[in-house]
């Protein structure tokens, strides 16, 4: 599923000249290295947290190989390795290095390179025969060459790889979506009474068909940056956001590589009384 929503330090080697003598002495013992960390996750099919294997539809194995870069392999129901992903940091999900993708017959899918979450290098595509679909490049994000392949082999016009969801309501902005989950929102009595001002990010999924599901609350204050005498309040006015969310008219779907997929999607909601 897409996700809506690290860089190289180099330092300069010293050059060390060994006399005789200090070639014949005793090196000193190598400095133990840390083992590396590792977290396993499970999720349902509609990307929902679970406390153990049972009922998961895949799972996410995280090696760390510090305290934020790490690699999440990502595994099907029978464990068959469905995706590599290196991290520059895990918990900011900021892409640095090669992410790999395979088919479930084990044929490779696709491979792509990043640099500080922006696609950097390659982008390959396969067909599940093995048969070159796309050849893009790209420079710190931006593409500069692409090419794409029929079954045949043989070249065929070029495509965007990834066309982002369409809001079907004004002018299908993120702004539009955000005005529409505002218009739907309704302001509990308490918060209007407290004249609220807070602002939250409300996450959700675009199906391959455009509809909307999985809708949750991404990001909020945190309890201590509201009022006490608030908190009741602002309780309430989340709920109401999450319920207008719900009442979106469906999207045109995403795409990837021409066909229609799931995404994850974001926005921002301020609430603002005078």
């Known amino acids: 599923m897409l996700k809506f929503w690290g860089a190289l330090l180099a330092l300069p080697a ?3 000249v060994a006399s005789p003598a200090t070639a014949q002495t005793k090196p000193e013992p190598e400095a133990a290295v840390a083992p590396l960390s590792k977290t396993i996750k499970f999720y349902s099919a509609d990307h929902g947290l679970l406390p153990s294997a049972e009922g998961a ?9 510090d305290s934020v870069a790490g690699t999440v392999r990502m595994y099907d129901a029978a464990g068959k390795l469905q995706r590599i992903t290196a991290y520059g940091h895990v918990r900011l999900q900021i892409r640095h290095g090669a992410t790999t993708t395979w088919y479930d017959t084990g044929q490779l899918h696709t ?8 696609r950097h290098g390659e982008l390959l595509v396969y067909y599940p025969d093995g048969r070159l679909r ?5 420079n710190k994000g931006t593409r ?33 979506v955000v005005q529409a989950i505002q218009r739907r929102i309704t302001y509990p009595q308490a918060a209007l009474r407290a004249a609220l001002n807070a602002r939250i ?13 999985s809708v949750h609350i991404e990001k909020e204050p945190l309890p201590e940056q509201i009022a006490p005498n608030l908190r009741v309040a602002f309780q309430e006015i989340k709920k109401s956001a999450l319920d207008a969310a ?3 008219k469906p999207f045109h779907p995403g795409q990837q590589d021409g066909q229609p997929i799931a995404v994850s999607y974001n926005v921002p909601i301020t609430f603002r009384i005078e």
Do not use: H, W
């Open 201 to 213: 990010f409300i996450g959700f999924t675009i199906d391959a068909l455009g509809r909307v599901g």
């Open 57 to 65: 539809n895949y799972r996410l194995e995280t090696t760390y190989r």
């Open 134 to 138: 796309r050849r893009d490049q790209f």
């Open 14 to 16: 010293a050059l060390l």
């Open 144 to 176: 500069t060459a692409g090419e794409c392949f029929g079954p045949d082999g043989q070249p065929v016009p070029y495509f965007e790889y990834r066309i982002m969801p369409v809001y079907t309501e004004g002018d299908g902005s993120n702004m539009a």
């Open 246 to 248: 719900r009442q979106l």
């Open 111 to 118: 491979k792509e390179g990043y640099l500080a979450n922006q």
